[in-house]
């Protein structure tokens, strides 16, 4: 494809539109919304009135009149169709971590209810850790075990001693994408339930968690929903489970009747009780206005428009990176489109010294090009992660990117001590 | 008093300029930052560089540039003088239901290693319910058991069974401040540790945790802290107990090294295993530029000179209330200076309609004397709750809200239909 090839693709884009409701900076080719979502142009002047009329001028009646107490259930049910919930059924609260401690957990009691010999927790060693780390933490307070494996063991790990099967659906350090469908399904035949963490996938690729039958779901706010640094998380439990157990956070906002004060939790029907405390309503407010930009994505094909230009993007980086820099990456996210989330990430091959992934990936924000370094596994240790925002990244932009690279890789670029001196967060 | 008199308070108080950080609506007296603290005049301009410049401009970058990550351990160096704790020791994080959840498994951590026969939590009756309901679920999840006591009970209470003494400093109801020093010292005689609850306190009086010898602490950072409305609560555990055992909540911001990105969890060092998952950076900015304020009460005589204010200003409202509706209500918080904490409570005495104290409190409101409505326990079922805040409160507020109490009973304004309408929350 030729620049003019390219330039006449975003003539065309339905999806264009949408790169005005953002405000990035000028000169910037932001390939990590994967990461932190770029600022919806909305935002400030929400977060302005927020806090002088609900929080200055109207105090505390914002509780009833700004329907604080409510923005939960309002900001879950503006996620709810992007990820295949009901109206209802999505609560935004506490972090990911926080929302996976109460959907595992609930999932174990559910097991000890139906199958008490069923102990054991599975997932995959290359998981994004803090849902490892929660898993293992509830195995340690509970007496159950967290068994890892590899991502082609999954199916065979699935025996009679196992509960629940942890999966992020796209994974955080390759872009692989689960089936899940046919994974649910192969876990209920084994009878394990699963709990999905759709970090990498709500607002980036399409989900259907009912028609995949899922059992529980936790994501993030702040990367493909743009809801701003370390916004609330979400969290959504099948129907047929949700009034069946406690989760052990219970505490006021997840009571049947809050303002009751009485002594005794009584858990509030449905997905409220997976709410626990007062939330960050300044916060959440702020990831409320920023899934307005999905409203507006919805008139121009919604998800499934997002998904095309997704892999259309993906698809012209891989094409572009291969021919512009031949031979220099492997790549480490799958080529099948099933198997693909929203990012593309690459190591470097022996073309280039070792280690170098991350001086190249900050060579790249140097000239404004911004992608993340990911140290990956003995495999595959060095990697460098892009994140392809359909909402406003343009066909010219994935180009240039590429273009940006090979000048990198011919300057080498990555031999400069500026680009080697690692900071202690990336 | 006369006005004259009061006035002259008002013009001799040396805390007279911390009125002008806030920004309160003009003609109300806001009687209610027990509950949600006012705004600071500083907030929305930092709010709008937080937006604009941190996430809009810097993006990723502002995890290392702007001090994202390590914003919850310097907004707890800004809380820890104000409750006796030391640098270091406090992170704000999460909310005060899930600290207190950490916080109370911890505890019970530490008895299982020490005293595997102490599976009993002690708290009073008429502590703040989420307090109740997560310890309920704590013991449902581990086969403990919640004793519910009255507050002059709790002595007696603490038998060979009790792992943990969990209490609120102040009563969020009665406005009952505990002696900490005391308590924590028959616990401990006791064999028992205790969790305090500092949601009623911070801000608002002397606390010393380590003059105390407390073991833990928790709080909120939405009331006397005036960090908006549910800004992230705090956690404080002492140095001897800290590494001694995790806290089930293990998420990455936890961990020794978050962005090793390693499958196994290793708690970091100190406070920070308190931490769980990414923090709402938007609502913590707010309380971090909210609690500059304290910087400049310190310079006026800090927490001292607060709480001379804060019980002058109870005083008055006390006197003047008995002087102006004289038998009209019967004092729920008590006269004695050391047992009480920043707010006073009134229960409607027979000169005035059974259940007619939340009525009262509306017509209060529509005049623009802002309390808030209790319900209260068998014996004292309706209760009007005054919280002041001596950072923007005047004496002649304090006058002028017990004249309006007074107004408000001789036009018997409780009767009229408008104020006994309730409402969903209040």
Redesign the interface.
């Known amino acids: 494809m030729t620049l003019t090839d390219i330039q006449q693709r975003d003539a065309q884009d339905p999806l264009r539109p949408l790169r005005d409701l953002f ?1 990035l ?1 000028p000169g910037m080719i ?1 390939l ?1 919304g994967n ?2 979502g ?2 919806p142009r909305a ?2 002047a929400r ?2 009135e927020v ?2 009329r ?4 109207d ?2 009646q ?3 009149s700004a329907g ?2 409510d923005l939960p259930a309002r900001v879950g049910d503006k996620i709810a169709p992007l990820i295949g919930a009901r109206a209802g059924e999505v609560v935004a609260t ?5 929302n996976l ?1 109460k959907a595992l ?1 609930a999932a174990l009691n559910l097991a000890a209810q139906d199958a008490p010999s069923r102990r054991t927790i599975v997932s995959e ?1 290359s ?1 994004f ?2 849902d ?3 898993a ?3 195995c ?2 509970r007496g159950g075990t967290l068994k ?1 494996v590899e991502s082609h063991q999954i199916a065979a790990s699935l025996g009679d001693d196992v509960a629940v099967l942890m999966l992020t659906h796209v994974n955080y ?1 390759t872009g692989a994408m689960h089936d899940m469908a046919a994974v649910t399904r192969a876990a209920h035949a084994a009878g394990a339930r699963v709990v999905w963490d759709l970090a990498h996938s709500a607002g980036a690729v399409p989900v259907d968690l009912h028609g995949a039958d899922a059992d529980f779901a936790v994501g993030c706010g ?1 990367k493909y929903l743009n809801g ?6 979400f969290v959504w439990v099948h129907p047929r489970h949700v009034d069946r157990c ?1 989760q ?6 997840g ?1 049947a009747a ?8 009584q858990p509030a029907a449905g997905i409220t009780r997976y709410q ?9 407010s ?1 990831l409320d206005c920023a899934l307005d930009v999905f409203a507006e994505a919805e008139k121009l094909g919604g998800m499934t428009a997002l998904r095309a230009k997704s892999l259309a993007l993906t698809d012209l980086f891989i094409e572009s990176v291969e021919q512009l820099c031949p031979g220099a990456f492997t790549l480490v996210t799958p080529l099948e489109h099933a198997q693909r989330g929203s990012q593309v990430c690459l190591t470097p091959t022996e073309q280039l010294p070792a280690g170098s992934a991350y001086a190249i990936v900050q060579a790249l924000i140097a000239r404004g090009v ?1 992608g ?1 370094f ?2 990956g596994d003995a495999e595959q240790p060095d990697i460098l992660r892009f994140g392809f925002t359909p909402l406003y990244l343009s066909y010219e932009n994935v180009r240039l990117s590429a273009q940006t690279l090979r000048e990198v890789l011919l300057n080498k670029e990555y031999e400069l001590p500026e680009f080697n001196r690692k ?4």
């Open positions: 405000d900076p932001y990590d990461s932190l770029a600022l935002v400030p977060m302005a806090l002088a609900e929080w200055g001028r105090l505390i914002s509780w009833n604080w107490f506490d972090t990911t971590s926080i401690y957990s060693r998981n850790p803090t490892l780390y929660i293992e933490a509830l340690r307070e890892l350090r702040y701003g640094p370390g916004a609330p998380a406690w052990p956070l219970a505490g006021w906002w009571h809050p303002f009751a004060f009485t002594p005794d939790y626990c405390g007062t939330q960050p309503i300044v916060s959440l702020a911004v993340d990911r140290a900071r202690a967060v990336t």
